[in-house]
T-cell receptor
Framework: DAKTTQPPSMDCAEGRAANLPCNHS???????VYWYRQIHSQGPQYIIH???NNETNEMASLIITEDRKSSTLILPHATLRDTAVYYC????????FGQGTTLQVKP | SAVISQKPSRDICQRGTSLTIQCQVD?????MFWYRQQPGQSLTLIAT?????????ESGFVIDKFPISRPNLTFSTLTVSNMSPEDSSIYLC?????????????FGQGTRLTVV
């Protein structure tokens, strides 16, 4: 079973930051949090991952709480092309997908 | 990153037949995985394809239904056997460079299977 819980859907205005929350209260000390997204039933696209420090790359930022029980993916300036299903996954050596959050970016 | 090619990209098959899906990677990878995505659903892990040994199947999936081969570090096949309409799904191959849990996985574009 997936070790994460995400809201089923969220809306965001174009140009604004999209903040996608994820709960992973049973995460173990050496397990990483990964984020992927899937657009129009294409193969999932890797976004970012982290262990306990905040991470940033060209796509997004990942904020992990100090107790590591939750995290937030931030898309700083959402565009219409960011409309997708976003999956938060705890990597246990294999990626077990939950239901994800459907992000709808609106004009 | 790894470039993954899956063949076929889509197919329509008759019930009772079998289809073999190929996954080719442009570099050697340690781990290869097969997923199924039923219409409107999330991805479900079928099995881990192990090079040189039998695949490791997740609960609910069996080798007789989904035989997997992995002859080398860049190639794997998944066969969907004795198909029924319930097998209509997207089947995706995923690869990872290592066993470490700090390793990202990459996905192919999937094979869209329709069983009639």
């Amino acid at each position: 079973d997936a070790k994460t819980t995400q809201p089923p859907s969220m809306d965001c205005a174009e140009g604004r930051a999209a903040n996608l929350p994820c709960n992973h209260s049973t995460i173990s000390g050496n397990e990483y949090v990964y984020w992927y997204r899937q657009i129009h039933s294409q193969g999932p696209q890797y976004i970012i991952h982290g262990l306990k420090n905040n991470e940033t790359n060209e796509m997004a930022s990942l904020i992990i709480t100090e107790d590591r029980k939750s995290s937030t993916l931030i898309l700083p300036h959402a565009t219409l092309r960011d409309t997708a299903v976003y999956y938060c996954i705890v990597n246990t050596g294999k990626l077990i997908f939950g239901q994800g959050t459907t992000l709808q970016v609106k004009p | 990153s790894a470039v993954i090619s899956q063949k076929p990209s889509r197919d329509i098959c008759q019930r009772g037949t079998s289809l073999t899906i190929q996954c080719q990677v442009d570099s050697q990878v340690t781990m290869m995985f097969w997923y199924r995505q039923q219409p409107g659903q999330s991805l479900t892990l079928i099995a881990t394809a192990n090079q040189g040994s039998e695949a490791t199947y997740e609960s609910g999936f069996v080798i007789d239904k989904f035989p997997i081969s992995r002859p080398n570090l860049t190639f794997s096949t998944l066969t969907v056997s004795n198909m029924s309409p319930e097998d209509s799904s997207i089947y995706l191959c995923s690869v990872s460079a290592g066993w470490a849990m700090n390793t990202e996985a990459f996905f192919g574009q999937g094979t869209r299977l329709t069983v009639v």
